[in-house]
């Protein structure tokens, strides 16, 4: 978790960019800054997916993801699938 400091997430991601492998999808929950910000300080700014979980968690079982005009569909759909699976 990284506060809602948008050179210290592009930072963040720019790091994760460089130590995670093509397969790694790569997301952020930031709620003030527009997600593909954060994928464009990346190399790989397709797998760069948002990620909105509605709160109270244990009671509201709903989560979003927020693709840009840059993610890849199949890491968009990948993404949906996983956070399916954890509700």
């Known amino acids: 978790a ?3 400091v ?3 997430k592009r930072q963040i991601f720019a790091n994760l960019d460089e130590a995670t492998g093509a ?3 790569l997301a952020t ?3 003030s800054i527009p997600i593909i910000k ?3 300080a990346t190399k790989t700014p397709e797998r760069v997916v948002g990620v909105h979980f ?3 968690v244990p ?9 840009t005009l840059t993610t890849a569909p199949v890491k968009a759909t ?3 699938n996983r956070a399916a699976r954890c509700m």
């Open 54 to 56: 509605f709160n109270p």
């Open 38 to 40: 954060v994928a464009t």
């Open 6 to 8: 948008e050179e210290l």
């Open 2 to 4: 990284a506060p809602e």
């Open 23 to 25: 397969d790694t999808i």
């Open 59 to 67: 009671v509201m079982p709903l989560v979003e993801i927020i693709s």
């Open 29 to 31: 929950n930031t709620s």
């Open 78 to 80: 990948h993404s949906k």
